[in-house]
């Protein structure tokens, strides 16, 4: 199945952070990839996310905005939007830094 790409755009990027705002229409997904920085996500809108990850498992997750949640390096997964409606996040990637 073939969906839409999410759209990311680079909001700031230094030394130290990069902050990424996606943007999701119904449907869109990241495609799979592999986190190389521990990252924190903030939702802009309420999110309805499909989390696929290796081995064939799937999740379903919901974060409104004003909630957020952090990650260590080396996630791998695939993110869908499985609402209906469109969906944003911010994301700040840590650059050369572990989370404790």
Known sequence: MTRPA???TILVETDRVRVTRWDFP???ETGWHVHEMDYVVAPVTPLQMRIEEPGGAERDVSFEPGQAYAREAGVEHNVINAGDTAMSFIEVELKGRTMA
């Open 6 to 8: 999410a759209t990311p």
């Open 26 to 28: 119904p449907g869109a």
